[in-house]
């Protein structure tokens, strides 16, 4: 028998999570009827295009340019398949949400396991986006050396360019307004800067690299990966988790489908999104790996700090870091809100909608950003749990959830090429989930003999 969502406060099977008429309007803003075509595919590339796009020069310099590049395509379609999916069950279950759809699909247990892993994945993004902030604006330790961040470089050390006065500087001025939205459709304006910023990086670094190609200071990149022994080959695994997170938006695809005029427009959307985001992706990681070779660092960003044997140099680095801080600021409230929506369901499993209680709202957005900030200030080194969490809930939101709810066909919708294509979603996931955490924790146990 089909899940019921009658034991949830929300009831998916009946009406949306948003309410898209204007006399359901509960944010004050009237005569609201629907969201745009344009203003959905920004909200959801920026979703997309977070701080993954820094990991994929790396991911080419350990597969290789050409094997890394028909990776980066490859995962783009997978997510597109799975996405997709999402959006076909959904309608057959007649559920407005992707916890609702899991939850139809393999009851309560499921639907709150499939919330934890969402808000797992997004608090772990949250805080590394706050840390990369922290990073450019106030600079970093690394092995007892100091890079400045470019306040400091701009005005000197005083006590408003610590880590700790922006962060707080950024959050009471940017993050707080941006998050207190109770429509995602409201963010559009700022998710289309924060793409075309996504896009300044890439037009800068190739233009970098265009200058260096011309005066022949750029070498041949490596094509295939390099396989010296059993370990090398087991660590091309570790890029798939890397490639999942960078293209990782089904959390917020119900809530933008949710307020469209048209929501037949969906798939539309995700296939322009998904063109866009695999076009900034490819051009970064052919550009970045071109530009630093071997030498590019697991978060290329790192790269921007030093000569980069060019005219103008500094003004280039100081341009980069400032462009990918602001588009990091933009992407935060699109990635808080699903946050926000999944934790008060786990939370208040029977209360009204959230966006219709203005003090449940308002406690668990200051709640939530309070322990961000605190996650970002308090432990400035987690790349390593963020590992962990990309390789486990993020693998497991973008291609193990949707690969089981179209192998469970509670509705008997399922295609044969869904079936297919399911089981290879997660073969890839817990193959390269296993490896990646295997590789982890060895490299843990390591590195701590070898201190």
Known sequence: MPFS???????????????????????????????SFSGAVFNLSTTVVGAGIMALPATLKQLGMVPGLIAIILAGVLTEFSIDMLLRFGRASKTASYSGLVGDA????GRTLLQVCIVVNN???LVVYMIIIGDVLSGTWSDGVHYSGVMEEWFGQHWWTTRSSLLLLTTLLVFTPLISFKRVDSLRYTSALSVGLAVVFVVITAGITVIKMINGSIGMPRLLPELVDQASFWKLFTTVPIL???????????????????PNQMKSIVRTSITLCSAVYIAT???GILLFGDQ?????????????????????????????????????????FSLRLNLDGLLFPYAIPLSFDSRRFFLITAALMGFIFLGANFV????????FTG?????????????????????????????LVSWVMIFLAVSSSTVAISSDIYSIFVSDKGG
């Open 5 to 35: 969502d009658r034991k949830f406060r929300r009831s998916p099977k009946t009406a949306p999570l948003i309410p898209k008429r204007h006399h359901d309007d509960f944010s004050g803003e009237s005569g609201f009827d629907g969201a």
């Open 106 to 109: 393999f009851g309560g247990a």
């Open 244 to 262: 999942v997170t960078a293209y990782i938006c089904h959390h917020n695809i119900h809530p933008i489908e949710n307020e469209l005029k048209d």
């Open 123 to 125: 608090v772990g993004m």
């Open 296 to 336: 590019t660092l697991d978060d290329v960003l790192a790269n921007f700090d030093g000569d980069l044997g060019i005219p103008y140099s500094s003004l280039l680095n100081d341009a980069v870091r400032v462009s990918y801080g602001i588009h990091l600021m933009l992407v935060f409230p699109i990635v808080f």
């Open 285 to 287: 990681s052919f550009f």
């Open 380 to 387: 400035p080194n987690i790349w390593d749990a963020f590992q």
């Open 391 to 419: 390789a486990t809930a993020t693998v497991s939101v973008g291609f193990i959830f949707p690969a089981a709810v179209a192998l469970r066909d509670t509705h008997g919708t399922a295609t044969k090429n869904d079936r």
